[in-house]
Structures are given as structure tokens and as C-alpha cells.
């Protein structure tokens, strides 16, 4: 029971974009810079990259191989969480830990 929680919350970076809002389990809005952001994401190029909830994010290709499922909103007001997208991985990371819990 323990190791299913563990694996659980470990793997919640594999995300796929849906194309309606609601579908997704969680909204996200585009910021144009990083201090505006809840989560500064970076985008890992293999599944197995994206582990923890630290901001490295694996974009499937079928929604069932996602752990969550984002939807990008156009308005910030919209949004459940804000990113930014990071050029390095070690840039990724959280700026406010109060929305940490919607990646899980």
C-alpha cells in the first residue's frame, strides 16, 4: 500500500494537453515570465525524466499514459496553476508550494 502511494506520487509529471477544459484534471495558464509563475516547468525529452513533482514534464502521446491531464486556458484568471517554461532542467521548479498538491 505504501510503495502504490510512493509510485504515485512520484510519477505525476507525465502530462498530455487535452483540447477542452473539461477534460483536463487540471488548467494552466502561460506566464511571460518566471516570478509570475506557480511552477517553472521544463519539458524532458523521455518518460522516465519525468519523475517527482519538481517540474519536469513528459508530454505523452495518448491521454491514458498521462498522470494528469492539462488544459492551457487563455485568460490567467482562468487558470488552476501558472507555468513558465524553463530553457534547463535545473531552472524547473516550484514558486508557490500552496499548488503543489494539484500535480499529485
Do not use: C, E
Amino acid at each position: 500500500m505504501v510503495s502504490l502511494l510512493v509510485s504515485l506520487l512520484t510519477q505525476a509529471q507525465k502530462v498530455y494537453s487535452v483540447k477542452y477544459a473539461n477534460q483536463a484534471d487540471v488548467k494552466v495558464f502561460v506566464v511571460n515570465y518566471p516570478n509570475q509563475a506557480d511552477l517553472k516547468v521544463y519539458k524532458v525529452k523521455y518518460y522516465n525524466q519525468a519523475k517527482n513533482n519538481n517540474g519536469l514534464w513528459f508530454f505523452t502521446k495518448y491521454a491514458n499514459q498521462a498522470d494528469k491531464k492539462i488544459f492551457f486556458v487563455r485568460y490567467a484568471n482562468q487558470a488552476d496553476m501558472k507555468i513558465y517554461f524553463v530553457k534547463y532542467p535545473n531552472q524547473a521548479g516550484w514558486n508557490n508550494v500552496a499548488k503543489k498538491h494539484l500535480m499529485y
